[in-house]
């Protein structure tokens, strides 16, 4: 199990660079994301949320109850749009509205190298956008109006005091 870096943190604003090769140290890396989000029931993790800027994400598909990796992801297809409450592991407790693309497809790789795409609808196609918006430094408070930072002023300064 790995910290979760909190808002504030520097490393969470920094762009996640490209995955070269899929070796042992990267799969040792994935498996410690999954435990990660598996231990704090989370929707979805991005390496740079435990401090490794590296282009994955893992994400839980409540559908069929399994986690799914990719490596260099990149979105190539959207459709629809849709606004609900997003939370964010970086963010304990804060929730923004936001709105996202209803399905998205997502193209990458999985463990073995090989090249995969993936599918999301609603939780689970937020979920893709969350993510990759991590691996360029975007997170869900660049989202926010004045008035949902407001609300959550207190909050958000707690926790940029503790990182
Ligand atoms: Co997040």
Same mark, same amino acid.
């Given at each position: 199990?790995?910290?979760?870096?909190?808002?504030?943190?520097? $490393? !969470?604003?920094?762009?996640?660079?490209?995955?070269?090769?899929?070796? @042992? &140290? %990267? /799969?040792?890396? =994935? #498996?410690?994301?999954?435990?990660?989000?598996?231990?704090?029931?989370?929707?979805?993790?991005?390496?740079?949320?435990?401090? $490794? !800027?590296?282009?994955?994400?893992?994400?839980?598909?409540?559908?069929? @109850? &399994? %986690? /799914?990796?990719? =490596? #260099?992801?990149?979105?190539?297809?959207?459709?629809?749009?849709?606004?609900?409450?997003?939370?964010?592991?970086?963010?304990?407790?804060?929730?923004?509205?936001?709105?996202?693309?209803?399905?998205?497809?997502? &193209?990458?790789?999985?463990?073995?190298?090989?090249?995969?795409?993936?599918?999301?609808?609603?939780?689970?196609?937020?979920?893709?956008?969350?993510?990759?918006?991590?691996?360029?430094?975007?997170?869900?408070?660049?989202?926010?109006?004045?008035?949902?930072?407001?609300?959550?002023?207190?909050?958000?300064?707690?926790?940029?005091?503790?990182?």
């Amino acid at each position: 199990m790995r910290k979760i870096r909190k808002y504030g943190d520097p $490393v !969470l604003r920094k762009k996640s660079e490209e995955v070269k090769d899929i070796d @042992e &140290k %990267l /799969i040792k890396l =994935i #498996n410690s994301m999954k435990e990660t989000l598996m231990d704090r029931k989370g929707v979805g993790l991005a390496a740079v949320q435990i401090g $490794v !800027l590296k282009r994955i994400f893992i994400a839980y598909n409540p559908e069929v @109850e &399994k %986690l /799914i990796t990719v =490596i #260099n992801p990149e979105i190539v297809e959207t459709q629809g749009e849709e606004i609900d409450m997003e939370g964010c592991l970086s963010f304990p407790e804060i929730y923004f509205s936001i709105k996202r693309a209803s399905k998205t497809v997502v &193209k990458g790789y999985n463990e073995d190298g090989k090249e995969i795409i993936v599918e999301g609808k609603g939780i689970l196609s937020r979920c893709f956008q969350h993510e990759i918006d991590h691996l360029d430094g975007t997170l869900i408070i660049d989202y926010a109006t004045e008035e949902e930072k407001k609300f959550w002023k207190e909050k958000l300064e707690n926790l940029k005091n503790d990182s």
